[in-house]
Nanobody
Framework: QVHLVESGGGSVQAGGSLRLSCEGS??????????VAWFRQAPGKEREGVAG???????TYAESVEGRFTISKDDYNKIAYLHMNSLEPGDTAMYYC???????????????????WGQGTQVTVSS
């Protein structure tokens, strides 16, 4: 069983930056075999994929965050990150990380693939 805990959310002004962390539980599993993604959900909106990273290091991003957000993964410490720059009010949402172990390494933001989910961390961007 894999447990995920997000941290790093907060309130920032437009143009600011935040780094979200997604820490995996310390029980025995090979984090390097997992794909990880970040999703977000704003009030009254559907959950959407933000960024994904495959176990091979490949990445994919939503068009709305391309060039502003960067996803990374530290397999040794079992932590994934989402670096968010040039934040906009439209980025305000609850952010969730998710992970699963695929048969073939690939980056994906298809939520149906992901088995393990964190509880979320709130990001609020004011204008």
């Amino acid at each position: 069983q894999v447990h995920l805990v997000e941290s790093g959310g907060g309130s920032v002004q437009a143009g600011g930056s935040l780094r979200l962390s997604c820490e995996g539980s310390r029980n025995r599993y090979k984090y390097s075999e997992f794909s990880v993604a970040w999703f977000r959900q704003a009030p009254g909106k559907e959950r959407e994929g933000v960024a994904g990273i495959g176990c091979d290091g490949s990445t994919t991003y939503a068009e709305s965050v391309e060039g502003r957000f960067t996803i990374s993964k530290d397999d040794y410490n079992k932590i994934a990150y989402l670096h968010m720059n040039s934040l906009e009010p439209g980025d305000t949402a609850m952010y969730y990380c998710a992970a699963y172990r695929p048969l073939v390494c690939r980056a994906t933001m298809s939520s149906a693939e992901y088995r393990y989910w964190g509880q979320g961390t709130q990001v609020t961007v004011s204008s």
